[in-house]
């Protein structure tokens, strides 16, 4: 059957929980809109509220056409085609373009709509206040300018004004160095968003009513990701914008006229990158600890200094009812273990912690007979485990082992590490392994905090991971960081026969669909873990150019792009997030330089 999980205030496709499915659902539902509105920015918004677990979704279905839109849209891209460029640099220019559109409208999440919440309510202590907008407001008015400018001189390189000087103007090099430049004014406000992100944090556990407000905000169809991730979109669009002009750079001949601007610009964007890598690192990190911090019951603390997210996904625990599925979640000092909760807030409860201080793993697929199998030996008690797959059992393996052996080299001991000698495998036998029984019903130590949470997200990575069955590191993460992509596209489902047009954003291993770049939030969602990407097949009948496929078990969308490089970028991107073979570990072992830091 299909499980609809509400996915920050809307609904995600369709997530199957067993293999004996339904038939296809062909569109993306959306959730209810609330009847009443939290804010009122928009006449042509209004926020509603998530839809709980339980509610009847909405007969509503995301956009469709009928055969004579369909018709009309196949006239208008043929002559949209023939009118518009067809140089690659044209389409590189583009995606700065559209992806500076979706980067705008992430940043209004924080600068309008979060902002209106917290004063509406009274909720922001002013010094917090002040700390917040006095750094992220610079930025933003500075990005509509720069916004205004891109899509201007797209304009005329697409000869839409001005088309006697549009030779002159097919080129933006010089539009990027000039903003490069301008950029590194704002390095000081990058390098307050730690102190912004830790003071947040801090004000939601001390301040009831921000916490409140918090909350409830997430909650909101604009807020389409943990509030906390559009923090770190600043550093994270020097990111994109010094990958994009680096295939500028290489795609442009060295005499070309666009081509020393380009690399000019390059350089001042790589300086200003260059101060802020340790500081996104160490952000991202921050953001993913909080995160889970919201999410996971029975766990205290775990943002606590020097801790690193490592891996989370799903397992198969060997438990006295037999194998019971469990979310992981890998840090730099201790591995837990969770199930899912069966109350309307859809969390995660931890059922134990282990400390890799002294953690020894073995694979034990002979011992057990069971598929992609392995023993986890600990100073508290040792489980027995199984992965989906080869591949996942091994990155698994890889990532406990290579955090294992750096907790041992590291300086700080927790007071939870015990003696290693505890966990020698040698002192146990196979009839010591744990099988506790487990009760999926065992709430009593967390009701409190059961109590005080009776709204949760369900778009977070560990849902996706315990639907689709797999893992995600924290360099998968980055990875998705830096391959995030927006733009419109063309999407046509198996069984139909005309193709819809839609606004698509990339970005935290999803696709967000929206009906055009202007709306303030989406109408829907697909989670890409577990789902393949390739080109249509004979037996699929698509007679079209730059179309890709994306499937999992029977469900299969097609989507067209406008042009070869934009179909290359998002085969790119989506195969960095939906193929699970592509995916790395974090902890890759350093070569004998890197070792001596050479």
Avoid at 54 to 77: D, H, I, M, Y
Avoid at 146 to 175: M, P, T, Y
Wanted: negative net charge; proline residues 4%; charged residues 25%.
């Amino acid at each position: 059957m299909f499980f609809s999980c509400t996915i920050w205030g809307f609904l995600w496709v369709e997530t199957v929980l067993a293999e004996t499915e339904c038939p296809a659902i062909d569109s993306p539902q959306l959730s209810p809109f609330g009847s009443k509105s939290a804010l009122c920015l928009s006449p042509s918004f209004q926020m509603s509220t998530l839809s709980l677990p339980g509610q009847a979704p909405s007969p509503l279905q995301s956009p469709s056409l009928n055969e004579v839109g369909t018709a009309r849209l196949e006239v208008e891209e043929e002559v949209r085609r023939k009118r518009y460029p067809t140089d690659k640099a044209y389409f590189i220019a583009k995606e700065i373009l559209m992806t500076e559109r979706t980067y705008l409208k992430d940043l209004e999440v924080i600068t309008v709509w979060f902002r209106s919440a917290v004063i509406k309510e009274n909720a922001m202590p002013e010094g917090l206040m002040t700390l917040l907008f006095s750094n992220i407001d610079p930025i933003y008015e500075f990005h509509r300018g720069f916004l205004k400018e891109i899509d201007q001189r797209l304009a005329l390189w697409e000869g839409r004004s001005n088309a006697h000087v549009k030779g002159d103007c097919q080129r933006i090099g010089d539009v990027m160095l000039r903003n490069m430049c301008a950029l590194k004014e704002f390095t000081s406000y990058l390098q307050k968003h730690d102190e912004v992100l830790t003071e947040l944090e801090k004000a939601t556990k001390c301040v009831k009513k921000l916490e409140t407000v918090y909350k409830e905000f997430e909650l909101q169809k604009v807020c389409y990701l943990p509030l906390n991730t559009f923090l770190l979109k600043p550093i994270q669009r020097l990111m994109h914008y010094k990958l994009i002009l680096e295939r500028l750079c290489k795609h442009y001949a060295p005499d070309h006229r666009d081509h020393h601007d380009c690399k000019e610009a390059l350089k001042e964007v790589a300086e200003i990158t260059a101060q802020l890598q340790s500081s996104l690192i160490r952000l991202e990190n921050f953001q993913k600890l909080t995160e889970l911090q919201r999410d996971l019951i029975g766990i205290e603390n775990l943002t606590a200094p020097g801790r690193e997210f490592i891996r989370e996904g799903c397992l198969y625990k060997l438990t006295k009812k037999g194998l019971q599925q469990r979310m992981f979640f890998l840090f730099s000092d201790m591995l837990l273990y969770t199930s899912k909760g069966v109350t309307a807030t859809n969390q995660f409860k931890v059922h134990g912690q282990l400390p890799l201080h002294g953690m020894i793993v073995e694979e034990s697929e002979n011992e057990w007979s069971v598929p992609h199998c392995f023993t986890i030996y600990s100073a508290q008690r040792t489980i027995v485990v199984a992965a989906s797959s080869k591949v996942e059992m091994n990155k698994w393996i890889e990532d406990l082992n290579m955090a294992i052996d750096m907790s041992k080299k590291s300086q700080e001991k927790s007071d939870l590490f015990l003696d290693p000698s505890l966990c020698d495998r040698s002192n146990r036998s196979s009839d010591e392994v744990s099988l506790e029984q487990e009760s999926e019903d065992d709430v009593n130590s967390s009701r409190c905090s059961l109590d005080k949470q009776s709204h949760h997200r369900a778009n977070t990575t560990m849902h996706v991971c315990w639907h689709r069955n797999t893992s995600v590191s924290m360099s998968d993460h980055s990875l998705a960081v830096e391959n995030q992509l927006s733009g419109y596209l063309l999407r046509k489902f198996k069984n139909s026969n005309g193709w819809q047009k839609l606004w698509v954003v990339f970005t935290n291993f999803c696709l967000f669909f929206y009906k055009t770049h202007q709306d303030d939030f989406p109408l829907a969602s697909l989670p890409l873990l577990g789902y393949t990407v390739s080109t249509p097949g004979e037996s699929d009948s698509i007679h079209k150019e730059y179309v890709f496929k994306l499937q999992f078990k029977s469900h299969v969308y097609f989507f067209r792009a406008e042009s070869e490089y934009t179909f290359e970028r998002w085969m790119e991107v989506i195969k960095s997030a939906a193929s699970a073979a592509g995916r790395v570990s974090l902890l890759i072992p350093k070569g004998p330089g890197e070792m001596n830091g050479n």
